[in-house]
């Protein structure tokens, strides 16, 4: 019986007298020996994945001063609050033509602007002032589309500048509704986001101003009129609200900071760099995820 060459050296096979290789087998043996595991390695690139803690994200870094400027623009703007409404000029009349009044269910929905426009007139009449003791020095209207519905400026000295910058958004909730003040959308998480990297020092207030409406007859005309009343108010530093009080909202844009409920806060001291890091954790951790982030970053220039 011939041998069996394909289980044989090739070299041994082509030294026997009278013997012929048969293709079949030689191809066999070829086959064995080029697939043989020790004959040849292949070399795999590893690819490494990028994390958040593995990026060179730029961290904003605050001035040594900013709390005290924090809470100096805080009591501030709590303090004209406060004097509107002892002196009574905490209501916002309505005329109309209505016979009845105003639809007291649904007046919430136009109470917003009232409210933003009551708290900027109250600003500037601090401004105009000349006994003006808050040490107010300018007041601006927030532009269309702007985080803030009003800016404003205080004389302050400080180490490098002599004035100190807040940037307000009013928040209007009612006392007659229920729900009224519970998960409002503060502000876009990219803007506020990217605000902080240009600027450390940016100082962001949440004025929350709680109001109730009735409607009462005018002596003169007849007419019912509403009235839109200031009763109560709150003031903080967005940067300073605590963890559990914010919550992240994907759903819109970029995604929406919103505070649980905007009567109660709970108020914990913070670097900018931590804050924003609490701004991305809670937006990796919704269905946006890492990857979406990630895009967010490269896009609006956090990453160095």
Not at 32 to 41: D, E
Not at 65 to 77: G, M, P
Not at 125 to 142: F, H
Request: hydrophobic letters at 40%; proline letters at 4%; glycine letters at 4%.
């Amino acid at each position: 019986m011939p041998p069996n060459y394909a289980f044989k050296p090739i070299a041994g096979q082509a030294l026997r007298p009278n013997q012929t290789i048969v293709p079949q087998r030689l191809n066999a043996a070829l086959y064995a020996t080029c697939s043989s595991p020790r004959a040849v390695k292949i070399k795999k690139k590893r690819t490494v994945k990028m994390t958040y803690d593995s990026l060179e994200l730029k961290q904003p870094r605050q001035s040594a001063d900013y709390k005290e400027c924090s809470d100096f623009v805080v009591s501030a703007i709590e303090s004209i609050m406060k004097d509107a409404m002892d002196s009574g000029r905490n209501k916002i009349v309505i005329n109309t033509n209505l016979k009845l009044g105003i639809p007291m269910e649904n007046v919430n929905k136009i109470a917003g602007p009232f409210v933003e426009a009551w708290a900027f007139e109250i600003f500037t009449e601090c401004l105009e002032d000349k006994l003006n003791t808050y040490q107010l020095i300018n007041v601006e209207a927030g532009e269309r589309l702007n985080m803030a519905d009003v800016i404003l400026q205080f004389r302050k000295v400080r180490k490098r500048s002599e004035v100190v910058t807040g940037s307000v958004d009013v928040k209007a909730t009612s006392r007659d509704i229920d729900n009224s003040g519970k998960s409002p959308n503060i502000t876009s998480f990219a803007r506020i986001r990217t605000a902080y990297v240009n600027d450390p020092d940016y100082i962001f207030v949440i004025l929350s101003i709680k109001h109730r409406v009735y409607s009462k007859k005018d002596d003169k005309t007849k007419m019912m009129m509403g009235v839109m009343e200031v009763v109560d108010f709150n003031a903080y530093d967005l940067k300073h609200i605590s963890d559990a009080d914010i919550s992240y909202n994907p759903a819109l844009g970029t995604g929406q900071l919103q505070v649980r409920d905007i009567h109660y806060v709970s108020l914990t001291e913070r670097t900018t760099w931590e804050f924003c890091k609490m701004l991305d954790r809670k937006c990796m951790a919704s269905k946006k995820g890492y990857n979406q982030w990630l895009e967010y970053a490269q896009k609006f220039g956090w990453i160095k």
